[in-house]
């Protein structure tokens, strides 16, 4: 089963704080198509982040794939949702190595 990522909401101000949660082999937030996957690399990352898409009707896949790098921070998204939700509804994250890697998911307004 995957970790759920809750969705946090952009708030629309200037500065906004947080809450990552910590990497796990399998993850999921859901997704209405204007969510942000920020993706935090802490001081020894060991990793390679996949955001996982549906395939196409011409069976193409857009896989996102990102090794992550020490002390780097990361912005994927947003994700249209016919490319990249599963049948909940959700976008499903695969983490090959978890090590001081934390994710939140950002709700923002268009």
């Not at 990793?47 to 896989?63: A, D, E, M, Q, Y």
């Not at 990361?74 to 090959?96: H, M, R």
Request: charged share 10%; proline share 5%.
């Amino acid at each position: 089963m995957a970790t759920n990522i809750p969705v946090q909401s952009s708030g629309g101000t200037s500065a906004t704080v947080y809450t990552l949660t910590p990497a796990a082999s399998t993850m999921e937030f859901s997704n209405n198509g204007n969510t942000l996957l920020l993706i935090d690399g802490s001081t020894t990352p060991t990793g390679t982040v996949t955001i996982v898409s549906v395939p196409c009707s011409h069976k193409r896949s857009l896989n996102i794939t990102q090794v992550i790098a020490a002390i780097t921070l990361y912005v994927a998204g947003p994700f249209e949702e016919s490319l990249f939700n599963d049948v909940n509804g959700k976008v499903q994250i695969t983490i090959d190595t978890v090590t001081d890697i934390s994710l939140a998911a950002i709700a923002i307004g268009r």
